[in-house]
């Protein structure tokens, strides 16, 4: 008997696109667990106060996971050139193709529980990648913005974070008005972490393909 063999697994995420992605999940777990203590600090220490350093170390890891941050979304822009299609994804959204959009409600009323199975992606499906545009890219690109302009305040002038982001605090009224900006994103953040998981897993469970392996093992495998 002679069949075509249907396609069971296509390549989709390489490897610094996964590594990335893990690299980065870390960072802004770190990033958003500190930051809400810095944001709301610990009540004071007992003891000497030189005996203790913990808002010092809880800092010290929020700009540690910072720079792993803005270096990660560097260098997965660098993959965004050299990598495979799937790797440009991320950074743009096809806004005036009327199909794109027509999709996209349709994957509203997938998740919304109100349609049957759309088709099958190999890539991110349209929502998602309206998510990871607006709710992740831009929402961390601003998260870096800000974070680094408050940063330069401790850098000081003439740091090379004062000359490229000494304008944030100016262009936002002052320093306060930016932490609480810087902090607001931490929530949008969060906000799209927590969808974003229950979307995967949920996908993986009851869409027609891998997920959450994909972005383990690179490999995208068809239930049908
Ligand atoms: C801080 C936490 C996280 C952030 C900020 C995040 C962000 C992202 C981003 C930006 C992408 C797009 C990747 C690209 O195109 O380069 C992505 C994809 C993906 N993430 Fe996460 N992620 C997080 C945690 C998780 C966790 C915990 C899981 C597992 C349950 C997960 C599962 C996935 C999967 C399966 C994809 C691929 C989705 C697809 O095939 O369309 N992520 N994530
Ligand atoms: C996912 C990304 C990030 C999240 C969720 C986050 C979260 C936060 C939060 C909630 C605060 C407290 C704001 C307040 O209420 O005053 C904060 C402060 C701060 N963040 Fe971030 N942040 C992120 C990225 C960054 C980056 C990339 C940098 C750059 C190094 C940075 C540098 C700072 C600085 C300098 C402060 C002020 C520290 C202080 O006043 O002691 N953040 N962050």
């Known amino acids: 008997m002679s069949s075509a063999q249907?396609?069971?697994?296509?390549?989709v995420f390489e490897a610094p696109v996964?590594?990335?992605?893990?690299?980065?999940?870390?960072?802004?777990?770190?990033?958003?667990?500190?930051?809400?203590?810095?944001g709301s600090p610990l009540p004071t220490q007992p003891g000497e106060a030189s005996a203790n350093f913990l808002m010092g170390y809880i800092r010290f890891a929020h700009f540690s996971a910072g720079y792993l941050l803005?270096?990660?979304?560097?260098?997965?822009?660098?993959?965004?050139?050299?990598?495979?299609?799937?790797?440009?994804?991320?950074?743009?959204?096809?806004?005036?193709?009327?199909?794109?959009?027509?999709?996209?409600?349709?994957?509203?009323?997938w998740y919304g529980f109100a349609s049957e199975r759309p088709g099958r992606y190999v890539g991110h499906n349209p929502l998602a990648r309206f998510a990871m545009f607006f709710c992740f890219f831009l929402l961390s690109l601003f998260m870096i913005i800000t974070g680094f302009a408050l940063?330069?305040?401790?850098?000081?002038?003439?740091?090379?974070?004062?000359?490229?982001?000494?304008?944030?605090?100016?262009?936002?009224?002052?320093?306060?008005?930016?932490?609480?900006?810087?902090?607001?994103?931490?929530?949008?953040?969060?906000?799209?972490?927590?969808?974003?998981?229950?979307a995967a897993i949920r996908e993986d469970i009851m869409g027609r393909s891998s997920v959450v392996s994909t972005m383990i093992s690179g490999h995208r495998t068809f239930k049908d």
């Open 151 to 198: 940063y330069a305040e401790g850098a000081q002038a003439g740091s090379w974070q004062d000359r490229l982001f000494g304008w944030v605090i100016p262009l936002f009224g002052q320093s306060q008005d930016v932490h609480t900006w810087h902090h607001l994103g931490m929530w949008g953040l969060v906000s799209f972490v927590i969808i974003h998981v229950y």
């Open 6 to 11: 249907s396609i069971k697994s296509v390549y």
């Open 70 to 109: 803005a270096v990660g979304l560097l260098g997965r822009l660098y993959w965004a050139l050299v990598g495979n299609h799937h790797a440009r994804e991320l950074f743009w959204v096809p806004i005036f193709q009327r199909a794109y959009w027509r999709e996209l409600w349709g994957m509203v009323k």
């Open 18 to 38: 996964r590594i990335w992605h893990w690299v980065n999940a870390a960072a802004i777990l770190v990033l958003a667990v500190t930051g809400y203590f810095i």
